[in-house]
């Protein structure tokens, strides 16, 4: 195995330890940094070159170099270069490697015809300035993924409309090989954000350690320099995959220039080139775009023409990506509501009842594709099968307070049967509140009123309450509420029908004479 190789100042130190303080190799080694074999190899060469310590007065450090490692022919040194192009994928590919380790390991392979540490350092960075950026970004392979939507969108056609809609395109590019997704969707709204981030693990076929958005409402609701909050919806999908997500700082546009670029080249490459075609399904257009970013990833980089995206994928990214995981992320969109007095909360145009004692109480909700979730200080409380039936009404027995669970196996038939046993002109003006609604259990309030009203009124005042109600065209439950109150169902129905819309005669009614 070949010898660390030291500075001839590191040498002298090891002499000196050697020779003034008598230590061993293991001790020489801790104290200077070199390993035990490199601190013997050089003591030998000492011994063998036939030196005495303390070195002669004026040998300065060539010399004594010359003299350890004499070389054929007397010539000037030939040193093995590093391959640079190795140095860079080393660094990336693994968290812990570094120039330090990569110089030993470099030294140990060549010996004595290896650069010094200083001499190594300053040939790589020299020859990483001179590269592309895709090699200057010092992204670890599998690190992080940097995530935006492109300035410029697809238009879609309506076929049978002839409408246009503009679709968005989302970028998703890898830190390390550049390795570059893109998709349209309708909107940047939450469920379409998401989604479109589970369908680029799925094309890189694994999750990187951080995904780096941008400050996009969808997926940080609270954008600041240090501590950005994240949409909980957003929140749980990266938990799901196991990513962390760190959102770009605000005004910091290098924290999203590996996006930006990428965003460039899907701009160039892929919608240019789509420019002149016409798409009438998103589909239709994700098919295309899907055809050009193989040919995207698949291209050679100018100044590393031995080098694509997929080639760096390959060797990179894709070995240290963490796996999927075995279950496809299911979208829950989260939200807060409050309980209406009905016991009920509006959620997407729908209401779902929940327990009556949660009345006025503001409760998170959990919306997923197919149920829809109530909790209360993390609680579960309520659960329903999503419905998608806007203005509809979902409704638990067990959530309703016992005064109305009495009142919740009524039908039309049982109303009816109930108002025909008042009276003729009851039965009347129940069929009238049933069959006046788009649905019979619209009806179902008035019918419930008029049941109370019989608790508290005889069946003949209800009965003669309804027939003058029908009488007035005012078969409402308030109208008959209210012929009760005033005793009006006492007072005699007048024969013709426009004495029942006739003014009274009352001194304080002005005729029209006063007004000549």
């Excluded at 023409?305 to 279950?327: C, N, V, Y």
């Excluded at 109305?404 to 038939?413: A, E, I, L, T, V």
Aim: charged letters at 25%; glycine letters at 6%.
């Amino acid at each position: 195995m070949a010898t660390q190789r030291v500075s001839m100042p590191d040498f002298r130190q090891i002499l000196r330890l050697r020779f003034e303080s008598n230590l061993s190799h293991r001790k020489i080694a801790l104290s200077t940094g070199v390993s035990k074999g490199a601190v013997q190899k050089y003591l030998n060469a000492f011994e063998s070159a036939g030196l005495a310590w303390p070195l002669p007065e004026g040998m300065d450090d060539a010399t004594l170099e010359a003299k350890l490692f004499p070389r054929a022919g007397g010539g000037p040194v030939k040193y093995t270069l590093p391959d640079y192009p190795d140095i860079h994928h080393a660094l990336k590919q693994q968290k812990g490697v570094t120039l330090a380790l990569l110089w030993e390991e470099y030294v140990e392979a060549h010996g004595l015809l290896a650069l010094r540490y200083s001499a190594y350092c300053d040939r790589y960075r020299q020859w990483s300035k001179k590269q592309a950026l895709v090699m200057r970004q010092s992204h670890k392979a599998g690190e992080k993924a940097f995530v935006d939507y492109s300035g410029l969108r697809i238009p879609i056609h309506t076929a049978a409309t002839g409408e246009v809609r503009d679709a968005e395109i989302f970028v998703m590019v890898l830190g390390a090989s550049n390795y570059t997704y893109a998709e349209a969707t309708w909107t940047q709204r939450l469920p379409d954000w998401i989604a479109s981030h589970i369908r680029a693990y799925e094309f890189f076929g694994g999750v990187p350690e951080l995904t780096i958005p941008d400050n996009l409402r969808s997926g940080v609701k609270g954008a600041d320099r240090y501590e950005p909050l994240l949409n909980d919806t957003y929140a749980e999908m990266a938990a799901h995959y196991g990513t962390a997500v760190l959102p770009a700082r605000p005004y910091k546009p290098r924290d999203k220039a590996k996006v930006e670029a990428g965003v460039q080249l899907v701009q160039r490459w892929i919608l240019a080139r789509l420019r002149r075609r016409t798409f009438f399904s998103l589909a239709e257009a994700n098919e295309a775009i899907r055809g050009l970013l193989v040919d995207l990833n698949s291209r050679r980089f100018k100044k590393m023409k031995e080098h694509s995206r997929q080639s760096l994928f390959e060797s990179l990214d894709k070995p240290a990506l963490r796996p999927l995981p075995g279950t496809r992320y299911a979208l829950v969109e989260t939200l807060k509501a409050r309980v209406h007095v009905d016991y009920h909360l509006e959620v997407d145009h729908h209401l779902y009842s929940v327990p009556y004692t949660l009345v006025g109480q503001q409760l998170d909700v959990r919306l997923g594709a197919r149920v829809v979730d109530f909790l209360l200080h993390g609680k579960k409380v309520a659960s329903h099968p999503r419905s998608f039936v806007k203005h509809g009404r979902s409704t638990v027995t067990g959530h309703m307070p016992l005064s109305h669970q009495k009142h919740r196996d009524w039908s039309p038939g049982r109303f009816l049967n109930w108002a025909n046993q008042k009276g003729p002109r009851t039965r009347d003006l129940v069929r009238h509140l049933l069959e006046d609604k788009p649905h019979p259990e619209h009806g179902y309030r008035a019918c419930l009123g008029l049941l109370g009203l019989s608790r508290k009124y005889t069946p003949q005042r209800l009965e003669a309450a309804c027939e003058r109600a029908l009488a007035l065209r005012a078969p409402n439950y308030r109208s008959v509420k209210s012929i009760l109150a005033t005793g009006l169902d006492r007072q005699k129905l007048p024969q013709r029908e426009e004495d029942l819309f006739t003014t009274p005669s009352h001194g304080n009614v002005r005729g029209p004479d006063y007004y000549q």
